[in-house]
């Protein structure tokens, strides 16, 4: 049996997913859901307009029942759709009387595991009572702490005769490693959704099903796939997924086109002491960022000398919330250097200050261990117990921007694709 794959259109705008949708169709895939933010969004009339323009295709509806089953089963089936979706964690009632509605108006019932307690024993429920597919599905906020769907898939797919659905994140690897697990039906949303193109996304996610042994890539581990995410983003993309935080004030790169990413190891010091910060760099692992508070942009706590022996102890790069010097001898190093200024004279190494305490670094707060991201933008910290979790956000982000630079490059302005008017707070 062919493996589907069902595109799950969680974006706002109508027009915008009937384009991406019909891009998605040209790579292959096989069902159209209407996720539930278009249909908050524009109500049945989105089900009605996916399946006037898709009239060959199986049509999802995402209606996330949790109350009236019979009812909004009806408003779906009737707006044109083949699937209905329920959730798992409604009452067995609930259930029941959206089972009886589907029967009623022909169309398929799909139960959603999204965070319900005891997934396996409630799919085993759902199976009796008759629902025609059920979902395993980690929701966006669970899969930014680095959970996946696919070993549930493996826990369930021997325990129940209905069909499964798995959701949450897929990409290649893990919509391939589903496959093998026991998915019948793969959905895959912001990897294609979000990606500059749609086609080829498509496309990748129709190979890698179809041949799910070809796609099985190294998994690394969480310190390797932190590192890795945080090199591919830009700090704007990270300070949105902080709504707006963690940007380090007047900190500048001190070299062009650089990039640096590494866990703290912060110095406080004063006003171009430069012992503790030298000393800092024998503390250190390979792939540090040296932190510093100097509190003066006046006189430099660090200069060509330091950055040379950080280079040979393997650091990954130095931020300094105050001045630097020997800047042309940093900038032939080519290790990244962030500061507020850069000044000829450096102070004496007196010894005053503390490495690897709490800090504040262009105000922003650091402790041994955060992440420290740093690029051509500026400065940002990520708390290290949620470095994994921003690190997938800011991928989000980052996907979303790219689909939006494609659709302004076919002519459209910002504010008219995204409907910024209508989206505008209500007075």
């Known amino acids: 049996m062919k493996t589907i794959i069902q595109l799950a259109l969680d974006i706002l705008e109508i027009d915008r997913a009937v384009q991406i949708a019909k891009e998605a169709v040209k790579g292959d895939i096989d069902w159209i859901e209407i996720g539930t933010p278009l ?115 493996l826990e369930i797919a021997s325990k129940i005769r209905a069909n499964i659905a798995v959701a949450g994140g897929l990409d290649e690897q893990t919509a391939a490693r589903s496959v093998e697990a026991g998915a019948d039906i793969v959905i895959v949303g912001g990897n294609i959704i979000r990606s500059d193109n749609v086609t080829e996304a498509s496309k990748k996610i129709r190979r890698s099903v179809d041949n799910p042994q070809l796609n099985q890539a190294k998994k690394l581990d969480m310190d390797e796939e932190i590192r890795k995410l945080f090199m591919e983003i830009s700090t704007p993309n990270i300070s949105d997924a902080m709504h707006r935080q963690g940007a380090m004030k007047n900190i500048k790169p001190m070299l062009n086109d650089t990039k640096m990413v590494g866990p703290a190891v912060t110095v406080q010091t004063f006003e171009g002491d430069w012992a503790k910060t030298v000393e800092a760099i024998d503390e250190a692992k390979e792939g540090n960022v040296i932190v510093i508070y100097n509190g003066s942009s006046h006189i430099a706590p660090w200069g060509g000398l330091a950055t040379q022996s950080s280079l040979n102890r393997g ?91 494609d659709e302004i490059r076919r002519g459209g302005t910002l504010s008219e694709i995204l409907k910024l008017k209508k989206w505008e707070k209500q007075k």
């Open 39 to 153: 249909i908050k969004s524009e109500g049945m009339d989105a089900i009605r307009t996916l399946r006037k323009s898709f009239p060959g295709h199986t049509i999802v509806a995402d209606m996330k029942i949790a109350d009236t089953g019979s009812l909004e089963v009806e408003m779906a089936a009737k707006a044109g759709a083949d699937i209905v979706m329920v959730m798992a964690t409604a009452d067995d009632s609930t259930i029941k009387d959206a089972l009886l509605a589907a029967r009623k108006y022909g169309v398929r019932l799909m139960a959603d595991l999204i965070s319900t307690p005891k997934p396996v024993q409630r799919a085993q429920e759902m199976d009796r009572i008759g629902v025609d597919i059920i979902n395993i599905h980690m929701g966006i906020d669970q899969q930014m702490t680095g959970k996946t769907p696919v070993d549930l898939v």
């Open 315 to 405: 650091i990954a790069g130095i931020v300094v919330d105050g001045a630097v010097r020997d800047i042309e001898e940093i900038r032939k190093i080519g290790l990244p250097v962030f500061a507020t200024s850069n000044v000829p004279n450096a102070g004496d190494p007196k010894g005053f200050g503390e490495v690897n305490a709490l800090i504040n670094c262009g105000g922003q707060k650091v402790k041994p261990g955060d992440y420290i991201i740093g690029d051509d933008n500026g400065v940002v910290v990520v708390p290290a117990e949620r470095a994994y979790e921003i690190a997938r956000r800011a991928k989000e982000v980052q996907k979303t921007e790219e689909r939006l630079f």
